[in-house]
T-cell receptor
Framework: AQKITQTQPGMFVQEKEAVTLDCTYDTSDPSYGLFWYKQPSSGEMIFLIYQGSYDQQNATEGRYSLNFQKARKSANLVISASQLGDSAMYFCAMREENRDDKIIFGKGTRLHILP | GAGVSQSPSNKVTEKGKDVELRCDPISGHTALYWYRQSLGQGLEFLIYFQGNSAPDKSGLPSDRFSAERTGGSVSTLTIQRTQQEDSAVYLC????????????FGPGTRLTVT
């Protein structure tokens, strides 16, 4: 079974709209962390946001927020007021802290922001 | 300060040859990760170092792959007897320690096996 599932291979969103990128995960480890990374066409991986499994509040970083629903094993990324520069691949990832910190990435969602 | 650097940036090699990829993490970062990204795919975890030791080598695709880290700094990923399916971008990342959640990625090495 896939540990990280990103069901949207591609999305098109109008500039200035909010966008939600889906991510579900599968783990039996009670202690884990969830990440989102952005990969523009230039190829570099850019860390966006982190959510720990014991964090009570949803993580936020500027225009990025993580909608963490633990019971549903869901960690969706929300980007508010999208910009043209948000066009990129977005990867969800998980680290299981009782499994030697191995980090598993999803297959990614390619986001296109339309002017 | 300087970020994570990787060399070479591009490597073209013939099938059957050995290659060595280098990663220089951010100074002071004790955790170092290697990933592989095939064209249009997500990242595949290969190996993780805390200091010089690698607690989990299960991500290495075959025994042709090996990695080492010396002095708690530079790491090399070696692929012996390269195959065409080894063609990918190899990414290295470092973080302050194993508890830090923010990884800083290098620009990657694009390996092409002909």
């Amino acid at each position: 079974a896939q540990k990280i599932t990103q069901t949207q291979p591609g999305m098109f969103v109008q500039e200035k709209e909010a966008v939600t990128l889906d991510c579900t995960y599968d783990t039996s480890d009670p202690s884990y962390g969830l990440f989102w990374y952005k990969q523009p066409s230039s190829g570099e991986m850019i860390f966006l946001i982190y959510q720990g499994s014991y964090d009570q509040q949803n993580a936020t970083e500027g225009r990025y927020s993580l909608n963490f629903q633990k019971a549903r094993k869901s960690a969706n990324l929300v980007i508010s007021a999208s910009q043209l520069g948000d066009s990129a691949m977005y990867f969800c990832a998980m680290r299981e802290e009782n499994r030697d910190d191995k980090i598993i990435f999803g297959k990614g969602t390619r986001l296109h922001i339309l002017p | 300060g300087a970020g994570v650097s990787q060399s070479p940036s591009n490597k073209v090699t013939e099938k059957g040859k050995d290659v060595e990829l280098r990663c220089d993490p951010i100074s002071g970062h004790t955790a170092l990760y290697w990933y592989r990204q095939s064209l249009g795919q997500g990242l595949e975890f290969l190996i993780y170092f805390q200091g010089n030791s690698a607690p989990d080598k299960s991500g290495l695709p075959s025994d042709r792959f090996s990695a080492e880290r010396t002095g708690g700094s530079v790491s090399t990923l070696t692929i012996q007897r390269t195959q065409q399916e080894d063609s990918a971008v190899y990414l290295c990342a470092s973080s302050l320690d194993r508890l830090s959640y923010e990884q800083y990625f290098g620009p990657g090495t694009r390996l092409t096996v002909t």
